[in-house]
């Protein structure tokens, strides 16, 4: 077993971690009160070569792997969680359907607009009574000549707004009485498709979360995602990968907490002495520093997993698991360590654990992931 990163790994990792502290860091608080989208970061992310990192050069991309996915998801987080979630769902649910499941001419078309930047990726799953229960969903795809028309509404969508074009799941026929899922293609300036931005949210203020309402709108057959009757199941795939870059987050949130309440403890005194010289903070720190390296280790397995063409459907559900219910636990400890000041936004830390709320949720909750991991151990 050899758990150093490569060569690789170390470049992008100092490259990214400089970027975040340089660039992203310093407006985060005021994106988290202004939610103003981070269009600059990602234009200079693209610049990077980052907004395609893990897909083929063929299609703009740069080639590299889920452990470097990981890396940077992790550093952007630490930095600023809104452009964290932003990026991983670019990545592993806006471009992966496409280079998973999609036809030459539709990676042509559809992946390298986003490899490029020129296009963020979205991916249309939930719905407003379909969320746990994903094949619950109620939108529908009927064929009328040698196009689909599409009616439905999706719910909680990161990125619509500023995508070109997203892969949304649809039946497209009931066989006694089981739904045919399928994943279609369907480019947001479709006559009859609305993009509403509107929520309030508790977190994650600078990204962009949507409802999306379609009304007849029609997209050519062509646009079908692998198989017809499979975007269920191709969907299940794309979270497994997702989940990982969940996991990443939520690494990166926890570090960041932790680095604050590290660095405050140390300045802060009370009773002669600073926090940290207390043996009930020094306790605190060592769990959350140990939490940390523990989750951090498990998003590596499941990416290098992953990496390895090797089965990682429960190691992704356990690294995301772990790390989200860690990251809300090193927050509210972070939280603690500060004291009142932990309850003010200047302190940031406040921020980590509104932010670290929704990975808990998002991408199958910490219910569904104990089912996942359930059915893996043969439950």
């Given amino acids: 077993m050899n758990f150093d990163l490569t060569q690789e790994h170390n470049m992008i990792r100092k490259t990214i971690r400089e970027f975040s502290d340089e660039v992203v860091a310093p407006g985060a608080i005021e994106r988290d009160k202004t939610k103003a989208f981070p269009k600059e970061i990602f234009k200079q992310l693209a610049d990077m070569g980052m907004m395609g990192l893990p897909f083929s050069e063929e299609y703009g991309g740069s080639g590299a792997d889920t452990?470097?996915?990981?890396?940077?998801?992790?550093?952007?987080?630490?930095?600023?969680?809104?452009?964290?979630?932003?990026?991983?769902?670019?990545?592993?649910?806006?471009?992966?359907?496409?280079?998973?499941?999609?036809?030459?001419?539709?990676?042509?078309?559809?992946?390298?607009?986003?490899?490029?930047?020129?296009?963020?990726?979205?991916?249309?799953?939930?719905?407003?009574?379909?969320?746990?229960?994903?094949?619950?969903?109620?939108?529908?795809?009927?064929?009328?000549?040698?196009?689909?028309?599409?009616?439905?509404?999706?719910?909680?969508?990161?990125?619509?707004?500023?995508?070109?074009?997203?892969?949304?799941?649809?039946?497209?026929?009931?066989?006694?009485?089981?739904?045919?899922?399928?994943?279609?293609?369907?480019?947001?300036?479709?006559?009859?498709?609305?993009?509403?931005?509107?929520?309030?949210?508790?977190?994650?203020?600078?990204?962009?979360?949507?409802?999306?309402?379609?009304?007849?709108?029609?997209?050519?057959?062509?646009?079908?995602?692998?198989?017809?009757?499979?975007?269920?199941?191709?969907?299940?795939?794309?979270?497994?990968?997702?989940?990982?870059?969940?996991?990443?987050?939520?690494?990166?949130?926890?570090?960041?907490?932790?680095?604050?309440?590290?660095?405050?403890?140390?300045?802060?005194?009370?009773?002669?002495?600073?926090l940290s010289e207390f043996q009930v903070t020094q306790f605190k720190l060592a769990d959350m520093a140990m939490k940390i390296e523990l989750a951090r280790t498990m998003v590596h397995k499941a990416a290098w997993l992953k990496d390895q063409g090797r089965a990682f459907g429960k190691e992704a559900s356990m690294c995301k698991l772990y790390a989200s219910e860690i990251a809300m636990e090193v927050a509210d400890q972070a939280i603690q360590i500060h004291g009142g000041y932990g309850y003010m936004k200047e302190y940031e830390v406040e921020r980590y654990m509104r932010d670290a709320k929704l990975l808990e949720i998002g991408e199958g909750t910490s219910e569904v992931q104990r089912m996942v991991i359930a059915r893996h151990i043969g439950c």
């Fill in 67 to 274: 452990v470097s996915f990981a890396i940077v998801t992790e550093e952007l987080s630490r930095a600023c969680a809104s452009t964290g979630i932003t990026y991983s769902a670019h990545i592993s649910l806006g471009g992966a359907p496409l280079n998973l499941f999609g036809t030459e001419e539709q990676k042509q078309k559809y992946l390298v607009p986003v490899c490029t930047g020129e296009s963020f990726g979205a991916f249309g799953l939930t719905e407003p009574n379909a969320g746990s229960d994903a094949g619950g969903t109620q939108t529908t795809a009927k064929v009328d000549g040698n196009d689909f028309v599409i009616n439905g509404n999706k719910a909680f969508i990161t990125n619509a707004s500023y995508a070109k074009h997203l892969a949304l799941t649809a039946i497209t026929d009931v066989k006694d009485g089981k739904k045919e899922i399928s994943a279609i293609i369907v480019p947001t300036d479709s006559e009859g498709f609305s993009i509403i931005d509107n929520y309030e949210k508790m977190g994650l203020n600078a990204s962009n979360t949507t409802e999306l309402v379609l009304e007849n709108v029609r997209v050519p057959q062509e646009n079908l995602l692998g198989e017809k009757g499979n975007g269920f199941k191709q969907f299940l795939v794309t979270l497994d990968g997702g989940r990982i870059g969940i996991g990443a987050m939520a690494v990166g949130i926890a570090q960041a907490a932790f680095d604050r309440a590290l660095r405050y403890s140390k300045e802060r005194k009370q009773f002669g002495k600073t």
